[in-house]
């Protein structure tokens, strides 16, 4: 399995590993083919994602993705984060051998859930917060 540089930079560090207090959102996937799962939890204020954090129980490329989601999600509007695709995450990690695209659409995936689930317990309405 060739990993990519940036893979492994991820992997051996990743960033926003663990869980908010109160989060405003929290996404849940796990994939029963390889038993990885994967969380994240987010913090909204004005419609932008203020903070994000992950926890993963999974393969280097579970590891790496969930890292790289989060960063590409902080900061950004709920729209943004939610247009964010399994190919763009991919692509800021520089590429995944094709057996591990599914690792990057669960992180998408978890990120979505957060997001969806943030929009339900808020009504759909800004918080305000
Ligand atoms: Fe399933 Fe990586 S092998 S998430």
Request: glycine content about 8%.
């Given at each position: ?5 940036k ?19 929290v996404?849940?996937v796990?994939n ?7 969380q ?7 419609n ?6 992950f ?9 790496a ?18 247009n964010?695709?399994y190919e ?13 695209m ?14 969806i689930?943030y ?11």
């Amino acid at each position: 399995m060739q990993y990519s540089k940036k893979v492994m930079e991820e992997f051996m560090n990743p960033k926003n590993i663990g869980e908010l207090k109160n989060p405003d959102g929290v996404g849940k996937v796990g994939n029963p083919t390889c038993g990885d799962i994967m969380q994240v939890h987010i913090k909204v204020k004005d419609n932008k994602i203020e903070d994000i954090k992950f926890k993963t129980f999974g393969c280097a490329a579970a590891i790496a993705t969930s890292s790289m989601v989060t960063q590409l999600a902080m900061g950004k509007t709920l729209e943004e984060a939610d247009n964010i695709t399994y190919e763009n995450l991919a692509e800021s990690l520089k590429g995944l051998p094709p057996i591990k695209m599914h690792c990057s659409s669960m992180a998408t995936k978890a990120l979505k859930k957060a997001i969806i689930d943030y929009k339900t317990k808020s009504g759909g309405k800004n918080n305000g917060k």
